[in-house]
T-cell receptor
Framework: GENVEQHPSTLSVQEGDSAVIKCTYSDSASNYFPWYKQELGKGPQLIIDIRSNVGEKKDQRIAVTLNKTAKHFSLHITETQPEDSAVYFCAASPAYNQGGKLIFGQGTELSVKP | GAVVSQHPSWVICKSGTSVKIECRSLDFQATTMFWYRQFPKQSLMLMATSNEGSKATYEQGVEKDKFLINHASLTLSTLTVTSAHPEDSSFYIC??????????????FGPGTRLTVL
């Protein structure tokens, strides 16, 4: 089955700097790759997603890139702010006939220092 | 849009009792809902997939008789932890996929329920 690896597990940046989180997946048939932000004691919030027919997607300070050949995708946050501090999870979704499951990475704890 | 609620947000119960957690999609219909469990500083672990009008599909290692799931309508799924024990203490999170999006696999998450079993 699908396996998702996420790095780094912790990331500390200075306010205003960029942050990059990387994930690799194993199932070449996976076709949907969302990123979630989870604040302490809350549920994950979808912040951006990308599908396998697209190489890059951007939404204001957040962007995601996908390399299908290498089977990896990355989250890029520019001009980081203290409120970006949270745990970020990547996920991959195997082909739809597996019921729409999401397989999650291990998470990255991002700390943005003022 | 795409709001999912959970109730209760936290619950404390005695060992041996049962606890029911509700998951509702507030502004969309969801044929499929998912239940996850999350331990501190760990990732989300999928417990089961809940489909409206049919039996839930449980992941390997999850006891279906202990974690009863009912998806009686397109906006409501419930998880009942039966005969709860301290090791069942965890953060339980549900998610919902809007009807018609199964092939695109979008999931929107609820705020989670913190269960503590004494």
């Amino acid at each position: 089955g699908e396996n998702v690896e996420q790095h780094p597990s912790t990331l500390s940046v200075q306010e205003g700097d960029s942050a990059v989180i990387k994930c690799t997946y194993s199932d070449s048939a996976s076709n949907y790759f969302p990123w979630y932000k989870q604040e302490l004691g809350k549920g994950p919030q979808l912040i951006i997603d990308i599908r396998s027919n697209v190489g890059e997607k951007k939404d204001q300070r957040i962007a995601v890139t996908l390399n299908k050949t290498a089977k990896h995708f990355s989250l890029h946050i520019t001009e980081t702010q203290p409120e970006d501090s949270a745990v970020y999870f990547c996920a991959a979704s195997p082909a739809y006939n597996q019921g729409g499951k999401l397989i999650f990475g291990q998470g990255t704890e991002l700390s943005v220092k003022p | 849009g795409a709001v999912v609620s959970q109730h209760p947000s936290w619950v404390i119960c005695k060992s041996g009792t049962s606890v029911k957690i509700e998951c509702r999609s507030l502004d969309f219909q969801a044929t499929t809902m998912f239940w996850y469990r999350q331990f501190p500083k760990q990732s989300l672990m999928l417990m089961a997939t809940s489909n409206e009008g049919s039996k839930a599909t449980y992941e390997q290692g999850v006891e279906k008789d202990k974690f009863l799931i009912n998806h009686a309508s397109l906006t409501l799924s419930t998880l009942t932890v039966t005969s709860a024990h301290p090791e069942d203490s965890s953060f339980y999170i549900c998610s919902a996929s809007p009807t018609g999006t199964t092939s695109t696999n979008e999931q929107f998450f609820g705020p989670g329920t913190r269960l503590t079993v004494l």
